[in-house]
């Protein structure tokens, strides 16, 4: 299995650790899930995410190849914007969700998933085969510092991140790449470093009595309640984006066509409906309901099924993710536990308050 | 003066005359987690050993806790409803899960002593 830059920290500070898209990953540490989970949304928490993949699009037709593989205009994008987006199949299904962002006129960095790295950098190497740009996977280090005072942390540590608002970025030094951005609904940011610098960026930012580590465990219940999607869980090539309720990422103009893979697929999909859609779900009892369970109405016709689920530490109580026929009542939901009933009601996302800075 | 045993599954027996009172160990809530919620038996539910008998359930998943004996259940932890962290803070006393009473004592003799169990831990 492989190991991050900072698994012996990991291991130091007393880490469960368990198996994670191929990598050792940190599950929780002795403050627990609970603890870190609200210590991040109280204070800052630092994750390690350098299993996440880095890919850096260069070259004159750069804005063209993202183009072509992400259903957006990169060529309008501003520099240091991060943008929210997709790699699409010809069906318009998810390849992986990922975040673009643009750090010069032809240069822009893409951030995706681990689970997705091999898929992801072979469907973008292929595409790049017809235009003139670079691919490179860059090796580096990951952390994300979240949390009400993670600026202040940071600014504290000597990078100043006080002119970033959400959803852009900076590279203070060569081989650094630090954007406000997250996962899990607080204000925060994600820094990229050198592999050789990361263990001592990290330590040095945990001398600050505000940073907690923060594992894996509170990661997915701190994005659970933001109502943020996990790509495998949430999301899959099944599925498009207008299904996952995540239209909003797509221009208007892109919706009944464009340049991108999948186009013509989501333009005719878009046009006839979904069929499926995504709600939050909380249960109305205090039983957490998980991934996998199936949905059905008062009458017992299945409806669906949970795609995430869990307890909300900050909610106080169970939460789901659900993806449920388009034409469902809203009411009379049930999902299967152990083969117990369990009513479920559908409720805004997200769970808990986004506190971006804006 | 109950005796105590240790299943491979992680979880304690106190064996008092016929009856048996059952959680699970303090090296198993530590593996883990917060716990959120336990789904508990219905009492007067006749269990056999290895069968599912109670759900413990942390943030991020779902575990089985397994009968460790056959036998019937005669009470469960009522405090478990509005606290189930009380088995992540006294697994093996406040945050015990049920009351059984014992169907085969031979079954005990393959269980373990406390020094068995922590050497099986580590």
């Known amino acids: 299995m492989k190991k991050t830059p900072l698994h012996e920290l990991h291991a130091e500070s007393g880490s469960k650790f368990g198996p994670f898209a191929g990598y050792d990953m940190p599950l929780f540490y002795p403050l627990g899930i609970m603890k870190e989970h609200q210590h991040t949304r109280g204070h800052a928490g630092l994750f390690d995410i350098s299993h996440m993949v880095h890919i850096d699009v260069s070259g004159p037709q750069a804005a063209d190849l993202i183009a072509r593989a992400s259903p957006f205009d990169p060529a309008s994008q501003d520099q240091g914007s991060c943008k929210y987006t997709f790699f699409l199949n010809e069906n318009a299904g998810i390849i992986d969700d990922l975040i673009v962002t643009r750090l010069g006129d032809a240069r822009f960095r893409i951030v995706a998933n681990a689970g997705c790295a091999e898929k992801d950098i072979a469907h973008i190497s292929k595409l790049a085969e017809e235009y003139d740009a670079d691919i490179e996977v860059l090796e580096c280090g990951f952390v994300a510092l979240q949390g009400p005072e993670a600026e202040k942390v940071l600014c504290d540590a000597g990078i100043d991140v006080s002119q970033l608002v959400f959803m852009t970025a900076m590279e203070p030094e060569s081989g650094w790449f630090v954007s406000r951005t997250g996962y899990t609904g607080e204000d925060g940011f994600e820094i990229a470093l050198p592999v050789a610098e990361t263990e001592a960026f990290a330590r040095k930012l945990l001398s600050d009595e505000r940073v907690e580590l923060i594992g894996l465990g509170a990661r997915d219940s701190l994005r659970l309640e933001a109502g943020l999607s996990l790509y495998g869980q949430d999301l899959d090539e099944e599925t498009s984006p207008h299904e996952a309720g995540l239209i909003w990422a797509i221009p208007k103009e892109l919706r009944s066509g464009g340049a991108y893979l999948g186009a013509d697929a989501f333009a005719r999909k878009f046009a006839e409906g979904r069929k499926r859609k995504r709600v939050g779900l909380k249960p109305k009892e205090a039983k957490p309901v998980r991934a996998g369970a199936t949905l059905a109405d008062s009458e017992g016709n299945e409806i669906g099924s949970i795609t995430s689920g869990g307890f909300g530490p900050t909610v106080g109580g169970p939460v789901a993710l659900g993806m449920i026929s388009a034409d469902a009542g809203e009411n009379g939901i049930f999902a299967d536990v152990r083969g117990k009933q369990v009513e479920m009601e559908i409720v805004p996302l997200p769970f808990a308050p986004h506190h971006y800075k804006k | ?122």
């Open chain 2, 1 to 122: 003066m109950a005796t105590v045993y240790y299943t491979d599954e992680h979880e304690w027996i106190s064996v008092e005359g016929d009856t048996a009172t059952v959680g699970i160990t303090n090296y198993a809530q530590e593996q883990l987690g917060d716990l959120v919620f336990v789904e508990l038996p219905d009492v007067g539910r006749t269990i056999s050993k290895g069968e599912e008998t109670v759900v413990v359930e942390s943030v991020k998943a779902a575990s089985d806790v397994y009968a460790p004996i056959d036998g019937e259940v005669t009470g469960v932890n009522e405090s478990l409803g509005s606290d189930p962290a009380l088995v992540n803070t006294a697994a093996e006393g406040d945050g015990w899960l049920f009351k059984m009473k014992i169907g085969d004592p031979s079954q005990l003799e393959g269980l373990m002593d406390k020094a068995a169990y922590d050497a099986m831990v580590g």
